[in-house]
Nanobody, 114 residues
Framework: QVQLVESGGGLVQAGGSLRLSCVVS????????MGWYRQAPGKQRELVAR???????MYADSVKGRFTISRDNAENTLYLQMDSLKPEDTAVYYC????????WGQGTQVTVSS
């Protein structure tokens, strides 16, 4: 069974940076477009960014120019570099295929203080 393990979250001040990682077990990573999603308290889960196997990326308007998604296909790992963080970026961040087909992992909490 494929597992998703996210890490790298934490508490940071507005304007700061964090780098999230997601390790994907199983060979599905190498043939899938992958995405980062987030869910803030009281809100629905939303797509933040996605990247194809070949490296083509797309971002939600709210994070464009601040976040960078990347992947290491040899290591089955997905990354999200988050710069110029804002309080509204506070959420639990998850990775999954794009569109989401796998069971969700535990996510990683990102809290941005003002």
């Amino acid at each position: 069974q494929v597992q998703l393990v996210e890490s790298g979250g934490g508490l940071v001040q507005a304007g700061g940076s964090l780098r999230l990682s997601c390790v994907v077990s199983g060979s599905i990573f190498r043939i899938s477009a992958m995405g980062w999603y987030r869910q803030a308290p009281g809100k629905q889960r939303e797509l933040v960014a996605r990247i194809t196997f070949g490296g083509s990326s797309m971002y939600a308007d709210s994070v464009k120019g601040r976040f960078t998604i990347s992947r290491d296909n040899a290591e089955n790992t997905l990354y999200l570099q988050m710069d110029s963080l804002k309080p509204e970026d506070t959420a639990v961040y998850y990775c999954n295929t794009f569109a989401p087909l796998l069971s969700w992992g535990q996510g990683t909490q990102v809290t941005v203080s003002s």
